[in-house]
């Protein structure tokens, strides 16, 4: 490995930082692709049916047939369509749960490297600033479509998502005023030693409202408004048909994932586990892989989790939905940031 | 050349006559209000070149008032302009003149 | 050799000041929407530049408030509104050519003024903007207006409330 010691550090940095974008990409696709594949098939147990099992053994390789279909199929453009939004919205679905990943720290080290791509000391901030701009794609798709249904889908998720953006922020707050930074890092450093350190145990009021507020944002049933395919015909993606229909599909469980993944770092320990030393950062290759599996696993159980709910309950009506938001979270999570201070405070006299 | 507090304060006065062009020149309320959006940030991005190259932090903390009653300025605009709509029909200036002779 | 921070200034300024004039004169389209998607690029370009100047809180609450929440619902409003005849009127040429006069004059002025004033630049900006000494200086120094800000919300979320009520009188 000398060659890599001879570059600059620039260098350096361009080429790891090159090298972790593009497997944390892949293994984000991968998981993307399984995770409809998980969904039939849970889907299935609890309906009591058998779910894909053609292609492939157990319908295994499902996935890749469903990928050749989209792409084959015809690309068809309405003609009452506002051309160029129809044609952005599906590619700006996918960018917000991209740029998410990126903060996040899905291991502690291999050899030198961090195993995170961009360490931002203001790291959840940005999350949600990025988490803000998701609302984009669905508000785009809903007006480029110029028909009533898609509109309608658009206006509501508009709404929905601005709500629940705001008792999301507040929920993490309390996480936020005891550890003291906003550097996902340190939070996981936090939840280090034992489980009773990680802040599910710690913050549970704010393990709720989160929970609730990322189904929310993920227009995740029982809060799919957006796309309530009994009321509005599919909502937002009414007119799209082929690949591009397939982008917001994939955008929905891209969301998913990061929405997963961000639960665990700041509620469930991050690719901690408090036996074996698993949470100090890794001195040996080994180590290191174990705590990116360690991450992996919680993040796919808590995927798991979100997909299990959708099969299990029905979906709220909108009032419902925005009552349950601003009249019961929003209030919620303001007392519990006032109780969390007010005992920090107490600690501190 | 090493990038200064002029360069910064360029762009910041070219972006702020955007702004202004754009009040004078639009029709549409909506995009006048766009307009003064754009003349803020212009503001703001002056107020942190000057902050970070004088080493005071007074800037930045200005930068985050302008946002605060930019924001509230929004929903009050944006609220006024709504009902406006609603009993004009329309959000184009030179339909609502009202004071005129 | 140009550093990479001067390299990222340029893009950075070259996109920001595109998309400004794209919102308020873009040639192919007179939409307001085009004109408040093209404000949202122009917000994540000068976020960029904060993030170039280390005000990364103020980059990020940038995204946040403006690009996330505010233009949300500028697009909601003109969703609402939208109406097909509002597209098509074109930006007057009289109206224009003032316009431009006016505001040539100013940015002239501004730009004089900037040229004629000497800026000491030897000692290299050390300030980062993080968000503690913020934080800080927002809750001793500026803890009045801090108070007053949060009153102002609170009015102006009182004052929307009442104006959007369906029988305002």
């Known amino acids: 490995m000398t060659w890599i010691d001879q570059l600059t550090p620039l260098a350096q940095f361009a080429l790891f930082s090159a090298i972790k974008i593009i497997c944390v990409f892949s293994v984000l696709m991968f998981i993307v692709a399984y995770a409809v594949w998980v969904e039939r098939k849970v889907s299935a147990a609890i309906q009591d049916r058998h779910g894909p099992n053609r292609v492939g053994i157990f319908g295994l390789l499902q996935p890749a047939a469903d990928a050749v279909k989209a792409f084959l199929k015809e690309d068809f453009t309405p003609g009452h369509v506002r051309k160029v939004y129809f044609w952005l919205a599906p590619a700006i679905v996918m960018i917000p749960s991209l740029l998410t990943v990126a903060i996040i720290p899905f291991g502690s080290r291999l050899g030198a490297q961090k195993m995170v791509i961009a360490d931002l000391n203001v790291g959840i901030l940005y999350t949600f600033g990025i988490v803000s701009l998701g609302v984009y794609g669905i508000v785009l798709a809903g007006y480029a479509a110029n028909s009533k249904y898609p509109f309608l889908g658009g206006i509501r998720s508009t709404a929905q998502m601005i709500s629940y953006e705001i008792a999301m922020g507040m929920s993490v707050i309390p996480i936020f005023l005891l550890v003291g930074s906003l550097n996902l890092g340190q939070v996981i450093e936090y939840q280090t030693g034992n489980v009773f350190h990680w802040l599910i145990f710690k913050q549970p009021l704010a393990f709720g409202i989160f929970l609730a507020a990322m189904f929310a944002e993920t227009n995740r049933l029982p809060f799919d408004l957006p796309e309530s395919e009994q009321e509005l015909a599919g909502g937002y993606n009414v007119e799209y048909s082929s690949i591009k229909f397939a982008l917001f599909f994939m955008g929905e469980y891209a969301a998913m994932t990061a929405a997963s993944a961000m639960m665990v770092t700041l509620f469930l320990g991050g690719w901690t586990l408090p036996i074996a030393g698993l949470d100090q950062p890794a001195q040996t290759i080994g180590i290191g892989l174990l705590q990116i599996g360690v991450f992996l696993a919680k993040m796919l159980f808590v995927e798991f989790m979100v997909i299990w709910v959708r099969w299990m309950w029905p979906r709220f009506r909108y009032d419902q939905l925005m009552d349950l938001g601003w009249r019961r979270f929003i209030p919620l999570a303001l007392a519990n940031i006032v109780a969390t201070a007010v005992v920090l405070w107490g600690v501190a006299k | ?101 | 050799m140009a550093q990479l921070p001067d390299i990222l200034f340029y893009v950075f300024a070259f996109l920001t000041l595109a998309c400004g004039f794209l919102v308020v004169l873009n040639p192919f389209s007179t939409n307001p929407v085009t004109s408040a998607m093209f404000l949202v690029l122009t917000i994540g370009s000068l976020a960029g530049l904060f993030v170039l100047l280390h005000a990364f809180f103020l980059a990020a609450v940038q995204i946040l408030v403006y690009a996330g929440a505010v233009m949300v619902l500028f697009l909601f409003v003109i969703m609402l509104l939208d109406l097909p005849a509002e597209e098509r009127r074109k930006v007057k040429k009289a109206g224009l050519v003032l316009g431009l006069i006016s505001v040539g004059a100013i940015l002239t002025i501004m730009l004089q003024s900037l040229l004629q004033s000497s800026f000491s630049s030897e000692a290299a900006p050390t300030l980062e903007g993080s968000t503690i000494p913020l934080g800080r200086l927002l809750f001793t120094q500026y803890l009045l207006p801090f108070e007053i800000i949060s009153v102002l919300l609170l009015v102006a979320m009182v004052g929307v409330i009442l104006l959007s009520k369906k029988d305002l009188k």
């Open chain 2, 1 to 101: 050349m090493k990038i200064g507090v002029e360069h910064y304060l360029t762009v910041s006065i070219i972006l702020f006559c955007l702004g202004l062009l754009g009040v004078i020149v639009r029709r549409n309320l909506l995009v006048i209000y766009l307009s003064l959006e754009l003349m803020l940030n212009a503001a703001n991005l002056a107020l942190v070149a000057f902050s970070r190259f004088n080493n005071d932090l007074d800037g930045q903390v200005f930068v985050f008032f302008v946002i605060t009653v930019a924001a509230a300025e929004v929903a009050v605009g944006l609220a006024l302009i709504v009902a406006l709509y609603r009993k004009r029909r329309t959000a184009h200036v030179e339909d609502l003149t009202l004071m005129k002779l």
